[in-house]
């Protein structure tokens, strides 16, 4: 019966597969189909927040909340075809009791304060606000641990997208570093990240498997221990 239970398995690989051209793009078809598939099972982790939440406004400039499906058109959109110089965002990635162990309330806040100092600040950078407890696969797909801030430049397409990551201090981030950050524009001096979780132009996110790995670290991550351990002598059992 294992036969069986394999061509059927297979059948639909081949249909999805037949419509493609190159083994690449089938290659993808088939990753795609499977991702699709398994997903369905998976519960979504990834919170969404109330449309009321989703701009914090203070003033004039407001605080964006990055979630999976909105980080990317929210970023690329503060961009008009016509400008010349690139759109500075600061993306201050954060966590809760999950992700950052309750440390990084005293940055969060600082962070909140700088935001608010700096909505009626035309020359500000973009700010915006990613939490890893709510959005733990966005985390995961960017490669991002809390608590660091990711000062994005952004120009049109195919323009790459300068990235520099600055992890902050937990116990003595206050409004000081970030306005201190802005005013020496130190930040300029760290290099470019080019990793391969970069989220806009690194081979993982080209590629499209950036988020269908972050779905996959997040479930390693959630999977209590115990059961991993059943499964693996599961599989050890019937492989011998
Ligand atoms: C985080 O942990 C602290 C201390 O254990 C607790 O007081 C707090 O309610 C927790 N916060 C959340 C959002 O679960
Ligand atoms: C900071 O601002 C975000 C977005 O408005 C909000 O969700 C979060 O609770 C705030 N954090 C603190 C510590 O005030
Ligand atoms: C964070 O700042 C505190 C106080 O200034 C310092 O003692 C600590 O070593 C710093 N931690 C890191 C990781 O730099």
């Given at each position: 019966m294992r036969f069986s239970t394999a061509s059927l398995l297979a059948l639909p690989l081949l249909a999805a597969a037949a419509?493609?051209?190159t083994p690449l793009e089938q290659a993808k078809a088939q990753a795609q189909y499977w991702f699709d598939k398994i997903s369905s099972y998976i519960p979504n982790p990834n919170r969404q927040h109330t449309p009321h939440a989703a701009t914090a406004k203070a003033g004039g400039k407001s605080l964006h909340v990055l979630t999976l499906d909105n980080w990317e058109h929210t970023i690329r959109s503060?961009?008009?075809?016509?400008?010349?110089t690139p759109e500075e965002w600061w993306v201050f990635v954060t966590g809760g009791n999950k992700t950052c162990f309750g440390h990084c309330i005293k940055a969060e806040t600082a962070f909140n304060e700088t935001a608010a100092l700096w909505s009626v600040n035309p020359a500000a950078p973009n700010l915006a606000y990613v939490d890893c407890d709510n959005q733990p696969v966005l985390c995961n797909s960017w490669g991002a641990g809390p608590p660091s801030l990711w000062i994005m430049e952004v120009s049109t397409p195919p323009a790459p997208v300068d990235i520099r990551v600055k992890s902050l201090n937990a116990t003595d981030t206050t409004v000081k570093t970030f306005t201190d950050l802005q005013a020496s524009k130190e930040w300029k001096e760290k290099p470019v990240y080019d990793g391969y979780?970069?989220?806009?132009?690194?081979p993982l996110a080209k590629y499209g498997v950036a988020v269908p790995l972050g779905y996959v670290f997040w479930v390693f991550a959630t999977i209590p221990s115990w059961l991993f351990m059943i499964g693996i002598s599961f599989l050890s059992r019937s492989v011998m």
């Open positions: 419509q493609q051209e503060s961009v008009k075809p016509t400008s010349t979780f970069h989220p806009f132009d690194g």
